[in-house]
């Protein structure tokens, strides 16, 4: 955990990595998140807890780097001494234009420091959904989302453009969603999370294939 940072977050869909344990096995795992988190930097030799865990684990990176950032940003807006608290406007032609107030000074500036936002809008996320369709050999051009997509994808506004390119690309990988035909923005914003997590796909090589490499 980064210094000063005292939560984390779970994600529902966590319950798809874990819901083949036991009690037992989901009571160590939790053990070992907390321990995780509190910088004690446990051991898990456990095989069939060590692929749950992996989900989780990859999670909580992502989550502490987009921190960290939002921390940076912070800290830099803070040295060039932030946003006014109440910036001074010009007067005149507001009340009376027929007898326009003279402006309190000639040259009146105010600067103002916001911070670069790292939101995805769905302009973004449906260019890059169409942009990684088509390298997948997709022809299909979505336009735009439905209103129940928008509902699902303002769940997500937490997460980077990476993020989303990431699990696009895991999403057209998976096997089940090629020979489903499932590579539409609603199937992927209700299981985003789920392609987020899940192990990119590696190219083999002739002479991988011919050894009988694994994937």
């Known amino acids: 955990?980064?210094?000063?940072?005292?939560?984390?977050?779970?994600?529902?869909?966590?319950?798809?990595?874990?819901?083949?344990l036991t009690t037992l096995e989901k009571g160590?795992?939790?053990?070992?998140?907390?321990?995780?988190?509190?910088?004690?930097?446990?051991?898990?030799?456990?095989?069939?807890?060590?692929?749950?865990?992996?989900?989780?684990?990859q999670s909580l990176k992502?989550?502490?780097?987009?921190?960290?950032?939002?921390?940076?940003?912070?800290?830099?807006?803070?040295?060039?001494?932030?946003?006014?608290?109440?910036?001074?406007?010009?007067?005149?032609?507001?009340?009376?234009?027929?007898?326009?107030?003279?402006?309190d000074s000639d040259n009146v500036s105010v600067t103002v420091n916001v911070s670069e936002s790292d939101i995805i809008t769905p302009e973004q996320f449906?260019?890059?959904?169409?942009?990684?369709?088509?390298?997948?050999?997709l022809s299909s051009n979505i336009k735009k989302l439905a209103h129940y997509e928008l509902a699902e994808f303002k769940t997500l506004e937490n997460y980077s453009i990476e993020d989303f390119e990431l699990a696009i690309n895991n999403l057209f990988d998976d096997k089940w969603v090629k020979e489903n035909k499932q590579g539409f923005p609603s199937h992927f914003l209700k299981y985003f999370t789920k392609y987020l997590n899940a192990e990119p796909k590696k190219e083999r090589t002739i002479q991988e294939m011919l050894r009988g490499g694994v994937a």
């Open 1 to 20: 955990m980064a210094t000063g940072k005292k939560s984390f977050v779970l994600y529902c869909d966590l319950i798809n990595a874990i819901d083949h």
């Open 28 to 57: 160590k795992l939790f053990e070992h998140l907390l321990d995780y988190v509190n910088d004690k930097n446990p051991t898990l030799d456990d095989r069939v807890l060590l692929g749950s865990w992996k989900h989780i684990e």
């Open 62 to 103: 992502r989550d502490l780097l987009k921190y960290e950032k939002r921390a940076e940003r912070s800290r830099e807006n803070g040295a060039l001494g932030g946003r006014p608290k109440n910036p001074k406007k010009p007067s005149g032609l507001i009340i009376n234009p027929e007898e326009p107030k003279k402006p």
């Open 126 to 137: 449906l260019e890059a959904f169409n942009r990684i369709r088509k390298s997948k050999g």
